[in-house]
Antibody, heavy 114, light 108 residues
Framework: EVQLLESGGGLVQPGGSLRLSCAAS????????MSWVRQPPGKGLEWVSS????????YYADSVKGRFTISRDISKNTLYLQLKSLRAEDTAVYYC???????WGQGTLVTVSS | DIQMTQSPSSLSASVGDRVTITCRAS??????LGWYQQKPGKAPKRLIY???RLQSGVPSRFSGSGSGTEFTLTISSLQPEDFATYYC??????????FGQGTRLEIK
């Protein structure tokens, strides 16, 4: 059974940093591209970032480029999203996902507020 | 970048009704589109992939059509469990993907 388990969300002040983790199991993690998708409270879904292969190739939405960094540790079957220079508009549930196969985590809430 | 315009943004309907939701892409995306259902507090769940293929386990009252720039999700006879929010998702420029704005389907 495929499982994606996010962790690391929480309350952070504007300008602060946070690292989200996503522990993957039930599929060959190293062979698959992975993504982060977020959803602000009461709003729609927004693609944030994707990583291809072993991690050499990464992609970002314009809204997070230069502030967020996606990475993966194949030895730990874990996907990461480093969030820096956080803003109030980054407040959202962050999902780890492999949309091509309809694999989704349960989400972790990031709240940016003073 | 590809833009996805989904309509309507909200819809009120009754059990047994037939409903249609539309997504329009800003440029041709072949059939690289899926439809997702999301219920409060839950992750999205895919209903349709490749524009018209029914995901395993999804009831046959759900169907998708379209190619290029115009896509449609149809629910032939609404059931109580279908009241949720629906999104289209294009992956033509994968790994960059774009969601539609969502359609909130409410009970009339």
């Amino acid at each position: 059974e495929v499982q994606l388990l996010e962790s690391g969300g929480g309350l952070v002040q504007p300008g602060g940093s946070l690292r989200l983790s996503c522990a993957a199991s039930g599929f060959t993690f190293s062979s698959h591209s992975m993504s982060w998708v977020r959803q602000p409270p009461g709003k729609g879904l927004e693609w944030v970032s994707s990583i291809i292969g072993s991690g050499d190739t990464t992609y970002y939405a314009d809204s997070v480029k230069g502030r967020f960094t996606i990475s993966r540790d194949i030895s730990k079957n874990t996907l990461y999203l480093q969030l820096k220079s956080l803003r109030a508009e980054d407040t959202a549930v962050y999902y780890c996902a492999k949309p091509a196969d309809d694999y989704w985590g349960q989400g972790t809430l990031v709240t940016v507020s003073s | 970048d590809i833009q996805m315009t989904q309509s309507p943004s909200s819809l009120s309907a009754s059990v047994g009704d037939r409903v249609t939701i539309t997504c329009r892409a800003s440029q041709g995306i072949r059939n690289d589109l899926g439809w997702y259902q999301q219920k409060p507090g839950k992750a999205p769940k895919r209903l349709i992939y490749a524009a018209s293929r029914l995901q395993s386990g999804v009831p046959s009252r759900f169907s998708g059509s379209g190619s290029g720039t115009e896509f449609t999700l149809t629910i032939s006879s609404l059931q109580p469990e279908d009241f949720a929010t629906y999104y289209c998702l294009e992956h033509n420029s994968y790994p960059r993907i774009t969601f539609g704005q969502g359609t909130r389907l409410e009970i009339k």
